[in-house]
């Protein structure tokens, strides 16, 4: 991990400036396309040039995960695979959206819990799908580093292809209790203030949803250990003479983070 972190440049602040003075010669106010402009800079910046036009892509992963058991989806495991030859038949929201923006969509099984065997759909598998978090941790670090090596192979072998930009999405029945856990851990709330109706879930539904991610034991287990080990792999990559964002008090992600929790605490019910 340690050289993974090391091969990630340094944006080019030079390229940012470049892309905004390029927005700003337009014919429109300033700053009227809002977000979108800081996206494009953003982008500029990574890349160390402002493009003349970017090669898309929008890579969907699809894995099943093992706190579906628990009830907490209005939809059974089997729809995951489902749901993924529906991608590869062209028959899903984001296919259309794939075609409007002119991005090749790319799909891939990460773990589905019966693996999906189609001509468009990659296997990348981690396995038959993660553990259930309200028993125990998703998954090892090991095997989730090994998802963030396999999503660098790939994003490399698109590259290759001419791939400019990547767009992420996700798909696996279960997937929102999952993003609940860490949405809770991260932002250091209740479950309660992350946890939402999914696809359609009653209120019994929710309430499941709500017990399943035991986020106060099983994510505190195997989050501490992770983040120990990825915040020791990250300042070890920070240059001598800067300062990681995850070794002060008041960072800018710890302050996000507050924000969140601020907003989420005064949202009405």
């Known amino acids: 991990m340690n050289t993974l972190i ?21 014919t429109k106010p300033r700053g009227s396309l809002g977000r979108l402009e800081a996206l494009g800079c953003r982008i500029a910046a990574i890349r160390g040039a402002v493009p003349a036009t970017l090669e898309a892509a929008v890579v969907v992963a699809a894995a099943d995960h093992g706190v579906a058991a ?7 495991q089997e729809v995951t695979a489902q749901m993924v ?4 038949a062209g028959g899903a929201a984001i296919n259309v959206l794939a075609r409007q923006a002119g991005a090749r969509l790319i799909v891939v099984d990460a773990g589905v819990a019966v693996p999906v065997e189609h ?4 296997p990348l598998r981690l396995g038959p799908g993660t553990a259930n978090i309200a028993v125990g941790p998703a998954m090892t670090v ?5 998802g963030i090596e396999s999503g660098v192979r790939l994003a490399e072998e698109l590259a290759d292809e001419g791939v400019d930009v990547v767009a992420l999405g996700e798909m696996g ?10 949405a809770a851990r991260l932002l250091g ?13 009653d ?18 287990r195997s989050s501490e250990a992770s983040r120990s080990r990825f915040s020791r792999a990250s300042r070890s990559a920070v240059p001598r003479g800067t300062s990681s964002s995850c070794s002060t008090a008041s960072s800018p992600a710890q302050r996000r983070s507050s924000q969140w929790r601020s907003r989420l605490t005064r949202r009405e019910p």
């Not at 090391?6 to 337009?26: F, H, N, S």
């Not at 030859?85 to 590869?88: D, T």
């Not at 029945?173 to 860490?182: D, E, P, V």
């Open 6 to 26: 090391e091969r990630i440049p340094l944006v080019d602040e030079v390229a940012y400036a470049a892309a905004q003075d390029a927005y700003d010669g337009k």
């Open 70 to 76: 628990e009830g907490v989806s209005a939809y059974p």
């Open 85 to 88: 030859l529906n991608f590869a």
């Open 119 to 122: 001509e468009l759909v990659r």
């Open 142 to 146: 090991g095997l989730a580093t090994l």
């Open 173 to 182: 029945i279960g997937n929102t209790t999952s993003a609940s856990a860490l």
């Open 189 to 201: 709330v209740e479950p309660a203030l992350v946890c939402g109706r999914g696809t359609g879930l």
């Open 203 to 220: 209120d019994e539904g929710v309430s499941r949803k709500i017990a399943a991610p035991a986020t106060r034991s099983t994510c505190s």
